[in-house]
């Protein structure tokens, strides 16, 4: 079966960085493309950082030049590596692939406070 598990995920000051690590399992890695999404308490989930089969990269606006997503297939493993992290980039994020249907994780906890 599918299974997500990411790591990484911690307590940061503003300014601060944190490289999230999603492992995968389940299916063949090297042939899907993964995401990251986001949920702020109250708010929707919503969509961070994409990454294709061919390594092609998007973004949400607002995290533009601060995140970086990439894959290791050899390692069945993306990461999303935050850079000048904000306090309104606190939220649980979430690993996803879709094969039909959307695959997630459990989360991580990411906490951007002074």
């Known amino acids: 079966q599918v299974q997500l598990v990411e790591s990484g995920g911690g307590l940061v000051q503003p300014g601060g960085s944190l490289r999230l690590s999603c492992t995968a399992s389940?299916?063949?890695?090297?042939?899907?493309?993964m995401s990251w999404y986001r949920q702020a308490p109250g708010k929707e989930r919503e969509l961070v950082a994409v990454?294709?089969?061919?390594?092609?990269?998007s973004y949400a606006d607002s995290v533009k030049g601060r995140f970086s997503i990439s894959r290791d297939n050899s390692k069945n493993t993306i990461y999303l590596q935050m850079n000048s992290l904000k306090p309104e980039d606190t939220a649980v994020y979430y690993c996803?692939?879709?094969?039909?249907?959307?695959?997630w994780g459990q989360g991580t906890q990411v906490t951007v406070s002074s």
């Open positions: 996803n692939v879709r094969m039909g249907v959307h695959y």
């Open positions: 389940g299916f063949t890695f090297s042939s899907y493309g």
């Open positions: 990454i294709t089969v061919f390594d092609t990269t």
